[in-house]
């Protein structure tokens, strides 16, 4: 896999916008807190390179920025944060979601 070239605040914009995307459904409320965590270029440049790749794609290109980037603490503890609100944005969390918020979850920790 390639050098990703994100700024942090693409590589959060693709983290949340995958995890807004992961049931292939985004909610306007999902849609809504992910614009007050990114602003609107960033979150349009992003989107379509999340609905583009696969889910394996997004896992890998997740973790390899991880691995390239040094995370404190406290960002990944607001990463994770913020995954957890875009899964709450409306109101219900699903098996798939569920399932993806674990699977993030070990990635980032």
Known sequence: MNNINWTKREFEAYVLLYAAHCNHFETKEEENYILSRVDEKTFHKIHTEVVVDS?????????????????????KNTLIKDIKNVFFADGSVDVIEKKVFGILKKIID
């Not at 889910?55 to 960002?75: G, M, R, S, V």
């Open 55 to 75: 889910d394996e794609e997004n896992l890998n290109k997740i973790q390899q920025y991880l691995i390239e980037n040094k995370y404190t603490e406290a960002e």
